[in-house]
Nanobody, 129 residues
Framework: DVQLQASGGGLVQAGGSLRLSCLLS????????IGWFRQAPGKEREGVSC????????HYADSVKGRFTISSDAAKNTVYLQMTSLKPEDTAVYYC??????????????????????WGQGTQVTVSS
């Protein structure tokens, strides 16, 4: 079975850093995108970043550009989200998800949640002011 397992969340002060990990297992696909999404209480889910497996291209939401970096380690079947200069408004549950065949990128909307096929459980990130 395809599984994505997110981890690495926690409590951090504003200006601090965290690194989230998304461990992929049971993945038979060669072409896919892994995305990070977040949802804060009372707010809609927001696409944060994604990375494509074929060429390593990345995409970021404007709200995190310059602060977050997505990367992948194929040997470890893991995608990372390095978050720096964290702000209280980054507080949310963060989810990783897989878009098989990178359909979102093909359609020009790489951070569209409904396009993603598989979702992991969330990990809570709390940034205190």
């Amino acid at each position: 079975d395809v599984q994505l397992q997110a981890s690495g969340g926690g409590l951090v002060q504003a200006g601090g850093s965290l690194r989230l990990s998304c461990l992929l297992s049971g993945f038979p696909f060669d072409d896919y995108a892994i995305g990070w999404f977040r949802q804060a209480p009372g707010k809609e889910r927001e696409g944060v970043s994604c990375i494509n497996s074929d060429d390593g291209s990345t995409h970021y939401a404007d709200s995190v550009k310059g602060r977050f970096t997505i990367s992948s380690d194929a040997a470890k079947n893991t995608v990372y989200l390095q978050m720096t200069s964290l702000k209280p408004e980054d507080t949310a549950v963060y989810y990783c998800a897989a878009d098989i065949y990178s359909i979102g990128t093909v359609l020009g909307d790489p951070l569209s949640g409904p396009i993603f096929d598989y979702w992991g459980q969330g990990t809570q990130v709390t940034v205190s002011s």
